[in-house]
């Protein structure tokens, strides 16, 4: 047979993926794929089976039903601080996923660079190889995942098309600061780069931090694609509605994109994400509140356990440093000790390296998610014990 396509080997299958498929043959408790396993709002809910017996069951608007788009921008501009017109500027797609592509796609020439901060979400990586960017990588340094400006200044150049930035950020917890966003704000505006801001989590952030997104930095509204959806911020991973906001003339290719990949996000739930997106602040406090809660009884048990943790400061992940239990079972690669705590503690998570290019990086480092419900959190916390 003649080769099939040479670019699906530059990337491997998603170990996130994989390690929740072990999870399921093994009969574990998945910590490794990012979602909650308490229910979204009964009223959002309600909303959603409503839209269905309403009749709201064949093709959205390619792009996103007006309605929705409206609540996009009405909250954008509310949260975000950020303005744009919803009938040119708005496009809804299926997940942050298939914003994050299409953008890349709607951007990319051949030849162009990609900057990317590591550790980052795994999906990044393969997007940048699949629309033909070549990626260049910026380190984020722990405890704190902070970069360096000077690292950042090299990475850029004539071929930089965009930069990636995911605030709060998967896999680290890392909130990025103004000062932050200003610096990498400078560059883009310096050697004309977009930046691309996955803003997934921006209700999930812990001790009083705020979030911010690089669009409102000034002279970034043009130059800036705002992705986001309903998955974490409403706890509906499974409906995949979400969106990328960016000047018209950006926006018009994306919605040329979307429209030959997927024809349109599904639509009862386009309906039901405009009654989420109007829920008021006590909501978002709800949330906060319960992820603060799952964050620190977490944290302290993985101390217990002998991890080396620095709490999160956003999202709903803790990269917990696992190089002493490793010396300890005699274990050499984050994907080994995965699988052991798997064998041990029945809890599914993610090796470090998953979140790296090279296969060296990250090799200390085990991702545990935990947006869960109290009894898991309880279950956790047991298990935990028996390393
Ligand atoms: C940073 C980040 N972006 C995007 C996604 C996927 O989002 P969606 O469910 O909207 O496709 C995830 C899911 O874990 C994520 O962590």
Same mark, same amino acid.
């Given at each position: ?18 390690m929740?498929?072990?999870s399921?043959?093994k009969?574990g408790l998945n910590l490794a ?18 839209? =269905? /017996?309403?009749?709201?069951?064949? &093709? $959205? ?5 007006? *309605? ?26 299926? @997940? ?19 900057? =990317?901060?590591?550790p ?6 393969? *997007? $940048? ?7 260049? &990588?910026?380190?984020?340094r722990p405890p704190h995942w ?25 896999p680290t917890g ?32 812990y001790?009083?931090?705020? /979030? ?9 509204? *043009? ?10 911020? &409403?706890?509906?991973? @499974? ?40 829920? *008021? $602040? ?6 906060? &509140?319960?992820?603060?809660q799952a964050r620190d009884r977490v944290c302290g048990a993985l101390a217990a356990a002998d991890f080396i943790i620095h709490p999160p400061k956003?999202?709903y992940y803790i990269m917990a440093h696992a190089a002493q239990l490793m010396e300890r079972f005699n274990i050499k690669t984050a994907y080994q000790f995965s699988l052991k705590l798997i064998d041990r503690t029945g809890l599914a998570t993610v090796p470090g390296t998953a979140f790296y /290019?090279?296969?060296?990086a990250g090799n200390e480092y085990i991702r545990f998610c935990f947006?869960k419900?109290?009894?898991t959190l309880d279950d956790i916390c047991l298990r935990l014990r028996r390393l």
């Amino acid at each position: 047979m003649k080769p099939f396509s040479h670019i699906t080997t530059q990337f491997t299958e998603s170990v996130i993926r994989e390690m929740t498929r072990v999870s399921h043959a093994k009969g574990g408790l998945n910590l490794a794929q990012g979602f909650p396993d308490f229910e979204p709002p009964d009223e959002l809910k309600a909303a959603a089976v409503q839209a =269905i /017996h309403g009749g709201c069951n064949q &093709y $959205a608007i390619t792009f996103g039903e007006a *309605d929705l788009r409206q609540a996009i921008v009405d909250k954008a501009c509310q949260y975000n601080r950020i303005s744009y017109n919803p009938d040119t500027e708005v496009t809804v797609t299926c @997940g942050a996923t298939e914003a994050m592509i299409a953008t890349l796609n709607a951007l990319v020439n051949p030849g162009d660079e990609i900057i =990317i901060f590591e550790p980052f979400y795994e999906n990044y990586g393969p *997007d $940048a190889i699949l629309s033909g960017a070549k990626p260049r &990588y910026v380190a984020l340094r722990p405890p704190h995942w902070t970069f360096d400006a000077n690292e950042l200044a090299e990475a850029f150049n004539e071929n930089t098309k965009a930069i990636i930035i995911n605030t709060p950020n998967n896999p680290t917890g890392k909130v990025f600061s103004r000062s932050e966003l200003e610096a990498v704000a400078g560059f883009c505006i310096q050697w004309d780069a977009i930046a691309v801001s996955d803003e997934i989590y921006e209700h999930i952030l812990y001790d009083n931090e705020a /979030h911010i997104s690089i669009a409102s930095i000034k002279g970034m509204a *043009d130059r800036t694609v705002t992705i986001n959806s309903l998955s974490k911020t &409403y706890s509906v991973t @499974g409906w995949r509605v979400g969106w990328a906001i960016a000047q018209a003339d950006i926006t018009g290719r994306i919605r040329k994109v979307h429209d030959f990949l997927t024809v349109g996000a599904p639509a009862p739930f386009q309906k039901a994400g405009v009654y989420a997106l109007g829920m *008021d $602040a006590a909501y978002y406090n709800t949330l906060q &509140y319960r992820y603060q809660q799952a964050r620190d009884r977490v944290c302290g048990a993985l101390a217990a356990a002998d991890f080396i943790i620095h709490p999160p400061k956003g999202a709903y992940y803790i990269m917990a440093h696992a190089a002493q239990l490793m010396e300890r079972f005699n274990i050499k690669t984050a994907y080994q000790f995965s699988l052991k705590l798997i064998d041990r503690t029945g809890l599914a998570t993610v090796p470090g390296t998953a979140f790296y /290019h090279s296969e060296a990086a990250g090799n200390e480092y085990i991702r545990f998610c935990f947006a869960k419900n109290e009894k898991t959190l309880d279950d956790i916390c047991l298990r935990l014990r028996r390393l």
